[in-house]
């Protein structure tokens, strides 16, 4: 006769089953625990596949941690099934530059990076507001101070956030540069001088200054007054500038081929930069001050900037992808409600001084800044 109870019986099955299975629970339970860990990363869509998209800033997507390419915007037919194949974009994340506000209703697509010509930002920024999409934007913001105005507006309208793509300013050694200045390793800063130059040809979209904006100082011009400002903390308070000569009628019937400028900071630091499209070479600043000098040689290009103080230190921090970082950190903004630091009031700030600057190297005279 069986005299075993019935619940005794039950509790020993289920205890034996639950032996059997707890490696597979387990296992399941480091699989959620590892999900669990994985960071959100964001949809990016990029707006433009020209050679910055294809060469820079699509491979850092790849390169990310909270971040993800899903999406393309393109005016040329012929570049998407590239595009497709290499990133595994789904048909209905590929968009031309009329049917961008159709993002409205994918949420795949979080953020709208845009990195069309200059005097096209504006366009494309508020397509992406509209389409209540967070929008990152290649330096410089725009051409003029109205329309970065509208993209900061309308961006803060539809409820998102808003950064500028300087790369720059995640770059070890240009931060370093900065502790250097902030904490007066040097003692008091005196000046800052620093070019940033390339050649191009008369083909390029950057000599039309309906898309453009402006010649080398819209371009890599903007490199040398970022340092400026990034580097000694500070905003400047009158520029005097002059334009170079023209060297190429033909090139440079639009634009500027060089432009040299100067800064004056309210505590008596000055400034000098120069750009030029016509002979490039240059590429780094040096920051004097009252008991030394540091700065980068090469200071701008995408991964290897490394310099020199005075002391014999050398400035060679190991390297970041810039994109990456750039992109990581406004991911991290947008998760955690937070401004960025290139938001696109300093994208304005830029612009503005830009074009104070063009109206000195117009008149011949000082501009003041407010």
Same mark, same amino acid.
């Given at each position: 006769?069986?005299?075993?109870?019935?619940?005794? &019986?039950?509790?020993?099955?289920?205890?034996?089953?639950?032996?059997?299975?707890?490696?597979?629970?387990?296992?399941?339970?480091?699989?959620? &625990?590892?999900?669990?860990?994985?960071? =959100?990363?964001?949809?990016?869509?990029?707006?433009?596949?020209?050679?910055?998209?294809?060469?820079?800033?699509?491979?850092?997507?790849?390169?990310?941690?909270?971040?993800?390419?899903?999406?393309?915007?393109?005016?040329? #037919?012929?570049?998407?099934?590239? !595009?497709?194949?290499?990133?595994?974009?789904?048909?209905?994340?590929?968009?031309?530059?009329?049917?961008?506000?159709?993002?409205?209703?994918?949420?795949?697509?979080?953020?709208?990076?845009?990195?069309?010509?200059?005097?096209?930002?504006?366009?494309?920024?508020?397509?992406?507001?509209?389409?209540?999409?967070?929008?990152?934007?290649?330096?410089?913001?725009?051409?003029?101070?109205?329309?970065?105005?509208?993209?900061?507006?309308?961006?803060?309208?539809?409820?998102?956030?808003?950064?500028?793509?300087?790369?720059?300013?995640?770059?070890?050694?240009?931060?370093?540069? =900065?502790?250097?200045?902030?904490?007066?390793?040097?003692?008091?800063?005196?000046?800052?001088?620093?070019?940033?130059? &390339?050649?191009?040809?008369?083909?390029? !979209?950057?000599?039309?200054?309906?898309?453009?904006?402006?010649? #080398?100082?819209?371009?890599?011009?903007?490199?040398?007054?970022?340092?400026?400002?990034?580097?000694?903390?500070?905003?400047?308070?009158?520029?005097?500038?002059?334009?170079? #000569?023209?060297?190429?009628?033909?090139?440079?019937?639009?634009?500027?081929?060089?432009?040299? !400028?100067?800064?004056?900071?309210?505590?008596?630091?000055?400034?000098?930069?120069?750009?030029?499209?016509?002979?490039?070479?240059?590429?780094?600043?040096?920051?004097?001050?009252?008991?030394?000098?540091?700065?980068?040689?090469?200071?701008?290009?995408?991964?290897?900037?490394?310099?020199?103080?005075?002391?014999?230190?050398?400035?060679?921090?190991?390297?970041?992808?810039?994109?990456?970082?750039?992109?990581?950190?406004?991911?991290?903004?947008?998760?955690?409600?937070?401004?960025?630091?290139?938001?696109?009031?300093?994208?304005?700030?830029?612009?503005?001084?830009?074009?104070?600057?063009?109206?000195?190297?117009?008149?011949?005279? #000082?501009?003041?800044?407010?």
């Amino acid at each position: 006769m069986n005299t075993a109870n019935p619940s005794r &019986r039950t509790f020993i099955r289920q205890t034996a089953l639950a032996a059997v299975s707890f490696p597979f629970v387990s296992q399941l339970s480091a699989v959620a &625990r590892a999900a669990a860990d994985e960071p =959100r990363k964001l949809g990016f869509a990029l707006v433009g596949l020209g050679g910055l998209s294809t060469g820079q800033i699509a491979p850092a997507l790849q390169k990310t941690r909270y971040c993800r390419l899903a999406g393309i915007v393109t005016g040329t #037919p012929s570049k998407i099934t590239t !595009w497709k194949e290499r990133y595994q974009i789904a048909d209905k994340n590929v968009y031309n530059y009329e049917t961008m506000e159709q993002m409205a209703g994918n949420p795949d697509i979080d953020v709208v990076y845009v990195v069309t010509p200059n005097a096209l930002h504006a366009e494309h920024c508020l397509k992406a507001a509209k389409a209540g999409k967070h929008v990152l934007c290649e330096k410089p913001m725009e051409t003029t101070v109205e329309k970065c105005q509208q993209i900061i507006t309308a961006v803060k309208q539809a409820g998102k956030k808003l950064a500028v793509g300087y790369r720059c300013q995640f770059d070890p050694n240009h931060i370093e540069c =900065r502790r250097l200045a902030g904490e007066k390793v040097f003692s008091e800063l005196k000046m800052i001088e620093g070019g940033f130059s &390339r050649t191009i040809s008369a083909t390029e !979209w950057r000599v039309k200054k309906d898309l453009a904006g402006g010649g #080398p100082l819209m371009d890599v011009g903007i490199y040398a007054l970022q340092t400026c400002r990034f580097v000694s903390g500070r905003e400047p308070i009158e520029v005097s500038a002059k334009f170079g #000569p023209v060297t190429d009628p033909v090139k440079f019937a639009e634009v500027e081929a060089s432009v040299t !400028w100067e800064m004056t900071f309210p505590d008596g630091l000055k400034t000098l930069c120069r750009t030029n499209y016509d002979k490039g070479g240059e590429n780094a600043f040096v920051v004097t001050a009252e008991k030394g000098t540091f700065g980068l040689n090469p200071a701008y290009n995408y991964n290897n900037s490394r310099g020199t103080r005075s002391d014999g230190q050398a400035i060679n921090l190991p390297g970041v992808n810039q994109f990456a970082a750039e992109m990581d950190d406004f991911a991290q903004c947008i998760l955690n409600n937070q401004t960025s630091k290139v938001s696109g009031e300093e994208g304005l700030r830029d612009v503005k001084i830009m074009l104070a600057i063009y109206e000195s190297a117009r008149t011949g005279k #000082p501009v003041k800044l407010a």
